[in-house]
């Protein structure tokens, strides 16, 4: 056995396996509590990002899957700096495991009141780049409901339109906590909302 703690998926939930000392030196492992452990902020957003990965593991498209993983490596970094120790992150996309050990990237560092450092790119840069990806989905969801439109009918443009929609939904939700991701996520949401209007229009014109 190891002396790291081990953070992993089972059954849906994020698992916390710590190790525990015996009277004869040996080492035993036993999962802990998040929310006793982690406190209350950590544990729920390890609650949420392990229903994201279990919705792409039930999806099977594999869609979100470098977001699953990065997302699940801050969170490790900031258990580990929570624990004072090395944490081994075995991630749910690869199946890979790696150690993260605490006061590897200041994004973890923990101040005095016990929130996370998260670090925000300047507006100016962070909006342009929003606004890219606002551009760009309107764009592709625009041309893929009128290429459906104009081929088939408009009931089918506005199918092709949610699923796309559905499918991008568990990525933006889990990288919307992400730097920098998030100004990508904040884009996206807006250009989806944005070409939901023009994907209406259309269809039913």
Do not use: K
Not at 85 to 98: E, F, T
Not at 107 to 131: E, I, N, Q, S
Not at 133 to 162: D, K, Q
Request: hydrophobic share 50%; glycine share 10%; with cysteine.
């Amino acid at each position: 056995m190891t002396d790291e703690a081990e953070l992993l998926l089972r059954d849906d939930r994020a698992v916390l396996v710590l190790p525990t000392r015996r009277e004869n030196g040996d080492t035993d492992q036993r999962s802990a509590e998040l929310a006793d452990v982690l406190g209350a902020d950590l544990a729920d957003a390890l609650a949420e990002w392990a229903r994201v990965c279990a919705a792409m593991s039930r999806t099977g498209s594999g869609a979100g899957s470098e977001v699953v993983s990065r997302r699940g490596r801050q969170l490790a970094g900031r258990v580990a700096v929570r624990l004072g120790g090395p944490v081994r992150y075995r991630d749910p996309a690869s199946g890979h495991s790696r150690v993260v050990r605490p006061g590897r990237s200041p994004a973890f560092a923990r101040p005095p009141h016990g929130r996370t450092v998260d670090p925000t790119p300047p507006w100016a840069t962070g909006l342009t780049v929003a606004a890219f990806a606002a551009v760009f989905v309107v764009v592709a969801m625009l041309a893929l409901a009128s290429t459906l439109a104009s081929e088939t009918a408009g009931w089918v443009a506005i199918l092709a339109a949610a699923v796309v929609s559905a499918g991008l939904a568990p990525s933006l939700w889990l990288g919307r906590t992400v730097p920098v991701v998030r100004w990508l996520v904040l884009g996206a949401v807006v250009g989806t909302a944005v070409s939901w209007l023009g994907v209406l229009v259309i269809a039913f014109s």
